[in-house]
């Protein structure tokens, strides 16, 4: 099964010691192509490098987290813009708008995510959305720009199946990461997997967070056994798998080519 992770932090301090080390494991267990998330321009350009370093198997995105919104500026917009030049720089984002912990105020998110989306629409590259608790408003910023969106990602989703309805109805992908094993604090979520098409989907890891439940203990990181790993994106689709009753191949090779379509690999 070859594989393709979406979203990972790579650039996080948790990973600061052994990339190498994490990237040729997740090779190892087919993961084929991985994307670092740029949730900064400071992160964005660090993840650019660390991309350049292995071609065609490593990308980046380029954006500006809702936490992070309070340090958006005029120039920062541009320092994406640039950014989004390089051809391993294959989507905008992540952006978007979390009102669930408001580590930026409201008003800044919304100016922040609006500039990001207009940039997406400008030079026609992916969006790579975040949204958490503020479904009314994250829809009501990006309805002026419906009609020149470029395709959208949803990443992480973990919402509800009205939420998840009115996400594809907007023509938006879904991505999906290690939440769909927790069948306690997520079990809403077998019925959005159930409903949401195969060619909507993609899968994620968000490494090195939202580690998967069926992760044997064996594979973990000795020393760091709570961090989630790209290698371990098998047991994303394993879970998806078991909840819609199909193959694991099956959503395997649908998320492959729904990314590769998505980002024009």
């Known amino acids: 099964m070859k594989l393709i992770d979406i979203g990972i932090n790579l650039t996080n301090r948790q990973f600061s010691d052994d990339i190498e080390e994490v990237i040729g494991y997740a090779l190892k267990q087919e993961v084929d192509k991985m994307i670092f998330t740029g949730t900064s321009v400071h992160n964005s350009k660090a993840s650019l490098l660390i991309a350049k370093k ?5 990308y980046a995105t380029a954006g500006i987290h809702p936490h992070e919104a309070k340090g958006w500026n005029a120039a920062a917009t541009k320092a994406l813009q640039q950014l989004l030049e390089h051809k391993e720089v294959v989507a905008v984002g992540e952006c978007g708008l979390d009102f669930d912990r408001d580590f930026s105020p409201r008003n800044i998110q919304e100016q922040c995510f609006a500039a990001q989306v207009q940039l997406a629409c400008e030079v026609q ?6 949204e958490r608790a503020a ?3 994250f829809n009501e910023v990006i309805a002026p720009y419906r009609d020149l969106l470029p395709p959208a990602v949803v990443h992480c989703f973990t919402g ?3 939420e998840a309805r009115q996400y594809l109805d907007n023509g938006f992908y879904l991505g999906f990461t290690g939440a769909v094993s927790d069948t306690r604090r997520f079990a809403h979520l077998e019925s ?7 060619d909507r989907m993609m899968i994620e890891t968000d490494a090195p967070f939202m580690l998967s439940k069926n992760v044997p203990s064996s594979e973990l990181f000795p020393e760091k056994p709570r961090r989630n790993e790209p290698g371990f994106l098998k047991y994303v689709v394993r879970s998806i798998a078991a909840q819609k ?3 694991p191949e099956q959503v395997a090779e649908a998320s492959t080519q729904n ?4 980002f024009g690999f």
């Open 160 to 162: 509800t199946l009205q």
């Open 54 to 58: 292995y071609p065609g198997t490593l």
């Open 125 to 130: 590259k992916p969006l790579f959305l975040h």
């Open 192 to 198: 959005v997997l159930k409903y949401v098409p195969l």
């Open 135 to 137: 479904f009314g408003k």
């Open 259 to 262: 990314a590769k379509a998505f």
């Open 245 to 247: 009753g199909i193959r």
